[in-house]
């Protein structure tokens, strides 16, 4: 599954890593707002999983011949 996708699995680890330690780059941010960022990285990553899941599952047909 991971093979398949290193693209997408780059880009979401890059999402999460921003959504959970956006600090270096929003200078001045409450402490409080980590929770929320914490929560939309859980939020973002539960259906990307799933669609990677179900896409190593059921991959799509290829039109390239």
Do not use: T
């Not at 780059?10 to 409450?30: E, N």
Request: positive net charge; aromatic residues 18%.
């Amino acid at each position: 599954m991971l093979r398949k996708n290193k693209v997408l699995v780059g880009f979401v680890a890059f999402i999460w890593f921003y959504a959970v330690f956006p600090g270096p780059m929003i200078p001045g941010l409450h402490e409080g707002y980590y929770i929320v960022f914490v929560m939309a990285a859980i939020v973002c990553m539960i259906p990307i999983c799933l669609m990677m899941f179900f896409w190593s599952i059921n991959p799509p047909a290829s039109d390239v011949k």
